[in-house]
């Protein structure tokens, strides 16, 4: 006989941190499992062979979860030297190697031209789609696909170690960053080739590692303490400023209509909070000074 799993209507974010080789999805599934949850989804992918933190979100903080897939990532990347590979990393096969003459000074001089705004080929080994397929399809068959280059952000890139053949940096970085892609340009510029052995992610927006749990500390926790570990949805808007609504505009709120509260606020996005400082969802600064509802949390009572 089979038995049907128990799913709960789980809220809340786990700051995760995924281990290597699980991919992020596999990860997901790991940790839904361990809670029971009825829905969850990361906030941002993390290959196989990486590890790191790995924002899962539970029930309704899923609706704040693109918040986090837009934030700045800071990453820990260990960078072969003198060799490349066919995916850029330690997945593929190296198919190029040579001396290695770079000293800590060339090598950080070199970083200086990846800071700010620059030009990225996304790599072919990648989940990017073409006509319908990821990248990586038409890579695993032999087939090269045009890609244009992207342009993103590197705010702040610095060495950390340099033992031949291996250096290791962390890099501050905008959404949208391939760390591999990273690797390899830093050897070319180098003149020497490169390829990414490890990556960590170290921070996402304002979460860190410092508060993340393993998959085999959850494993060891009680569903109760596995709950408290959970932080609640709205650290997920935490920078959006804040408004506190009365019962009536909070009544109405929740049934899909606009409300007018005192005081002036920029046009825009914005917290909501009721009684007991409940957190409501989002709402609008409309140009009218009227709130709207945006995005709300499915609520038990109505006020």
């Known amino acids: 006989m089979q038995f049907k799993r128990i799913k709960r209507p789980v809220d809340g974010v786990l700051l995760l941190d995924k281990p290597v080789g699980l991919s992020s999805n596999q990860a997901l599934q790991q940790a839904k499992r361990l809670y ?22 539970f029930g309704e903080a899923t609706k704040f979860s693109h918040y986090l897939l837009d934030a700045d990532k800071t990453y820990s990347a260990t960078l072969c030297l003198g060799a490349t590979s066919t995916t850029g990393d330690t ?24 800071v700010g705004e ?11 789609k073409h006509q319908g397929k990821a990248l990586y399809e038409y890579a695993r068959a032999g087939v090269d696909i045009e890609r244009p280059a992207r342009t993103i952000t590197i705010h702040r890139v610095r060495l950390l170690e340099l033992a031949v053949p291996y250096a290791r940096i962390e890099v501050s ?9 990273l690797a390899e340009d830093i050897g070319k510029a180098l003149g020497c080739g490169a390829y990414l052995t490890q990556l960590r992610r170290l921070a996402t927006g304002s979460f860190d590692l410092s508060k993340a749990v393993t998959l085999e500390q959850l494993e060891a926790m009680s569903l109760d303490a596995r709950d408290a570990s959970l932080l609640a949805a709205d650290c997920l808007v935490a920078d959006l400023p ?3 609504l009365d019962d009536d505009s ?22 909501l909070y009721g009684r007991d400082q409940r957190f409501l969802g989002l709402g609008e600064v409309m140009p009218d000074g009227k709130i709207a509802p945006r995005r709300l949390l499915q609520t038990q009572e109505k006020q």
Request: aromatic fraction near 10%; glycine fraction near 10%; charge should be neutral.
């Open 173 to 181: 970085c905008s959404k949208g960053t391939y760390i591999r892609t």
């Open 250 to 271: 909070a009544f109405y709120l929740c049934r899909g209509q606009s409300v007018w509260q005192p005081g002036k606020r920029p046009l825009g996005d914005v917290r």
């Open 242 to 244: 804040q408004v506190a």
């Open 36 to 57: 029971m949850a009825a829905k969850a989804g990361h906030t941002g992918s993390l290959d196989p062979f990486a590890t790191g933190l790995l924002p899962i979100c």
């Open 118 to 128: 620059i030009d990225q080929v996304p790599p072919m080994y990648s989940a990017l």
């Open 91 to 114: 997945e593929g096969e190296i198919v190029a190697t040579g001396e290695v003459n770079v000293t800590r000074e060339q090598f950080e001089w070199a970083l200086q031209a990846f």
